[in-house]
């Protein structure tokens, strides 16, 4: 029998993944479709009550349900309950949806597809300290990072997941982050700065950076934001968003199928749908 997936999300219209799982499926002749689904915040409950009956084999949840969806599964992986999120949901073969994250993991794959996994003893700028930040630092973390630092508006919210984190880790201000800035081999980009139609358009100025960094934005729409244009103007080595997007997705896409996608194939697709952004 065909399976179905979905993402739901308030809006959802302009989510790439349906695009990105049915190519997937497509490729690898798997008997399965990826739909939309707008799900808005007081139906979120009842959404997923339904999908469950009406027999989801998988789904993933974008913003704002990541943090809220919680309560409405039966079971979190651990990284999920770590990062108090989840993007992927996956129906278990005894019927239970489970919740997974895949975006910190997501992320890091992506930038090690370009840097290599030479570099986790460099130091790390982490800029913002919202959801996906904490995602990517427990991912960084993880697979053996060393020596991260995070910059927020909000010092104390740094400061939380500093505390969690068991490799040292430092919380610091997004001034004192512009100041030292030629300290840091690797920064990240986690909050909105940069986004279409975001006031913010960067963080704080680049005129300390190293022109060996590397300069990573988890936004990917549009690919090239004015932090990632300020960084190649500095001679650095940048990584878009659209990396951790795709891998996220296709680590989704391994926990629902066994299967794993190629990572490529879908980004020349994605790079003609956001072109000219
Ligand atoms: P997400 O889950 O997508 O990471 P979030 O939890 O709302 O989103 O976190 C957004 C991040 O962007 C936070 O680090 C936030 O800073 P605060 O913790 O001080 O709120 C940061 N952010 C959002 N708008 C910002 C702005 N105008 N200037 C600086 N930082 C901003």
């Known amino acids: 029998m065909k399976k179905w997936y979905a993402v739901i999300g308030d809006p959802i219209g302009h989510s790439l993944s349906p695009m990105m799982h049915n190519e997937w499926f497509q490729q690898l002749g798997i008997d399965a479709t990826y739909l ?8 979120l409950e009842a959404a997923v009550a339904s999908m469950k009956l009406l027999g989801i084999s998988g789904f993933n949840v974008t913003i704002p349900h990541k943090e ?5 599964l039966d079971a979190l992986d651990e990284t999920a309950e770590k990062m108090g999120a989840v993007n992927t949901v996956v129906r278990l073969e005894d019927g239970r949806l489970k919740g997974y994250n895949t975006d910190g993991l997501g992320f890091v794959r992506s930038l090690e ?6 570099k986790r003893h460099e130091k790390v700028l ?3 300290a919202g959801g996906a930040a904490r995602g990517i630092a427990f991912a960084l973390e993880s697979i053996g990072y060393t020596d991260v630092t995070i910059c927020n508006r909000t ?4 400061q939380q997941i500093c505390a969690e984190l068991t490799i040292p880790a430092q919380a610091i201000s997004l001034n004192t982050a512009s100041e030292q800035l030629d300290e840091y081999a690797i920064l990240i980009q986690t909050t909105p700065a940069g986004m279409k139609n975001s006031q ?5 100025s680049l005129e300390k950076l190293k022109s060996s960094a590397i300069v990573a ?6 690919l090239m934001t004015p932090l990632l244009q300020a960084a190649q103007d500095k ?3 940048i990584v878009s968003g659209l990396g951790m997007f795709i891998h996220q997705g296709a680590l989704a896409f391994e926990y629902w199928t066994k299967q794993s996608p190629d990572p490529t194939a879908v980004k020349e697709q994605l790079l003609t749908h956001l072109g000219g952004n």
């Not at 809220?68 to 409405?72: Q, Y």
């Not at 597809?113 to 030479?118: F, L, Q």
């Open 36 to 43: 939309p689904i707008h799900v808005k915040e007081e139906d």
């Open 68 to 72: 809220k969806i919680r309560p409405f």
């Open 113 to 118: 597809e370009v840097i290599g996994d030479t």
């Open 126 to 128: 982490l800029i913002g």
């Open 155 to 158: 010092v104390e919210k740094a």
């Open 200 to 204: 913010v358009t960067i963080p704080f």
């Open 217 to 222: 934005d988890i936004v990917y729409n549009p």
């Open 235 to 237: 001679g650095a080595t």
